[in-house]
């Protein structure tokens, strides 16, 4: 369960993640609303027309979210077409394999400390949707066909 003081943070972020340029490209949407649980769909600038939902969920805003690239009508996890091709992405094993996420750090206990430890942010939220972003849109290859 989050704190009042995280799911304050995170609405206030979410109001101030429309501002942001990148959002035009962007469909967001609040999950539960007594959970820090987001769902975004956005696309490569190499593919625009490949749109991909990406669900963040943190149990603690402070430490990386789960990043989950979800099925756009089933909501599946377990979908590997839900899933691009970028660097750090392994899509048939349903994980994001970077510093910024919950299952990178799960699977690489050595990232608690030193360069791929999570940085604390400001904004954990536009924090990890930049980066995601960023990487769609300079290493994208493509979507998973398994």
């Known amino acids: ?7 304050m943070l995170f609405n206030q972020h ?3 993640l429309q501002a942001l340029p990148q959002a035009d490209r962007w469909t967001i949407k609040r999950g539960d609303t007594a959970a820090l649980d987001v769902s975004v769909d ?3 600038r190499k593919a625009p027309q490949e749109l991909y939902r990406v669900r963040l969920r943190w149990t603690d ?3 990386p979210p789960s990043v989950k ?5 089933t909501g599946s996890e377990a979908e590997p077409r839900a899933w691009p091709n970028f660097d750090g992405s392994r899509p048939t094993s349903f994980f994001v394999c970077l510093p910024i996420t919950k299952e990178g750090h799960d699977h690489h206990g050595e990232w608690a400390t030193g360069a791929n430890a999570y940085r604390t942010v400001d904004d954990p939220l536009e924090y990890v949707l930049l980066n995601l972003q960023s ?5 994208y290859t493509g979507r998973c066909n398994q």
């Open 42 to 44: 956005l696309s490569s």
């Open 69 to 73: 690239f979800v099925g756009m009508t």
């Open 14 to 16: 979410l109001e101030e």
């Open 135 to 139: 990487l769609l849109d300079n290493t």
């Open 1 to 7: 369960m989050a704190s009042e003081l995280d799911l």
């Open 61 to 63: 805003y402070s430490k």
